[in-house]
């Protein structure tokens, strides 16, 4: 499966945003699609994670503000960002994979992976 990002873009702190993962290829409706992020100088690090079972997990520093979706439809998953702050700043990538329960934040356990968007958030 091929996955493209979008939706990125620059916004004031407090504002939203929504991210989209367009998939294209396989069976989409089988993988676990995930979301992470690399700000400048830092590591990727995860962000959500929506799995074919529909059951989503999300890192502490975006639960309540963030959340994801999926439409099998669609071959979409969809990033509603809200709330957002200066650190949230950072190029957002999907991917996709299956990994086992305590290893969906591990970005090494994802195959396929989007270009990355870029989300400014300015303060």
């Known amino acids: 499966v091929q996955l493209q990002a979008s939706g990125g873009g620059w916004v004031q702190a407090g504002g939203s945003l929504r991210l989209s993962c367009a998939a294209y290829?396989?069976?989409?409706?089988?993988?676990?699609i995930a979301w992470f992020r690399q700000a400048p100088g830092k590591e990727r690090e995860f962000v959500s994670t929506?799995?074919?079972?529909?059951?989503?997990h999300y890192a502490e520093s975006v639960k309540g503000r963030f959340t994801i979706s999926r439409d099998n439809a669609q071959n979409t998953v969809t990033l509603q960002m809200n709330s957002l702050k200066a650190e949230d700043t950072a190029v957002y990538y999907c991917?996709?994979?299956?990994?086992?329960?305590?290893?969906?934040?591990?970005?090494?356990?994802?195959?396929?992976w989007g270009q990355g968007t870029q989300v400014i958030v300015s303060s």
């Open positions: 929506i799995r074919a079972t529909r059951t989503t």
């Open positions: 290829g396989g069976t989409f409706s089988r993988y676990g």
């Open positions: 991917a996709a994979g299956n990994p086992i329960l305590s290893a969906v934040r591990d970005p090494d356990m994802y195959h396929n």
